[in-house]
């Protein structure tokens, strides 16, 4: 009995150690990570989510643009995150958007779901922002979109599929 308390003891002292390492690392990272349950999915890549203290936030998901919700495959993207709603997942955030919305990263059962909407062809790479994630995740999610292109998938069975950035900058545009 005194073995046990005495190895529990031991391994509870390192416990703390082990959580001010990693929050120091993202820290100096400036990412957050926060747990959550996903309230309702937006569009192809914004979702309203809980956190565990009952803020309730919207997260621009971080490094993919996925068609407006009135551009062709709009909904569609949005479907493919149906599977999200009620799901609890962790969020990695970034910063804030000038809507106020979060950015940031969102892992389901430890998948990175950005790189999911890509990867099936629901998302874009959003290059204009490539330059603030990490070399690894980077290269990812462009394989990711290149593959997508070539097997056709999602938006990509259009042969010219109209950016959402692009999309957004017609719509200003027009009367």
């Not at 910063?95 to 979060?102: A, E, N, T, V």
Request: aromatic fraction near 8%.
């Amino acid at each position: 009995m005194q073995t046990r308390v005495k190895v529990c003891v031991f391994f509870l002292a390192f416990i703390p150690l082990g959580c001010q390492q990693a929050t120091a690392a993202q820290q100096s990272s400036g990412i957050k990570t926060v747990s959550a349950v996903v309230d309702r999915v937006i569009d192809g890549d914004t979702l309203a989510v809980t956190d565990s203290r009952a803020r309730t936030y919207h997260l621009r998901m971080a490094g993919i643009d996925a068609p407006e919700h009135n551009q062709p495959y709009g909904q569609e993207a949005r479907d493919a995150l149906a599977d999200l709603e009620g799901a609890k997942v962790q969020l990695l955030l970034s910063k804030h958007d000038r809507y106020g919305r979060y950015i940031g990263i969102v892992k389901l059962n430890g998948a990175d779901v950005c790189l999911r909407q890509i990867r099936h062809g629901w998302a874009w790479h959003y290059k204009q922002y490539a330059g603030t994630q990490p070399p690894e995740l980077r290269s990812q999610y462009t394989a990711a979109e290149i593959s997508a292109r070539q097997h056709h998938l999602g938006l990509w069975q259009d042969a010219n599929p109209i950016p959402p950035w692009e999309f957004r900058r017609q719509e200003r545009k027009s009367p």
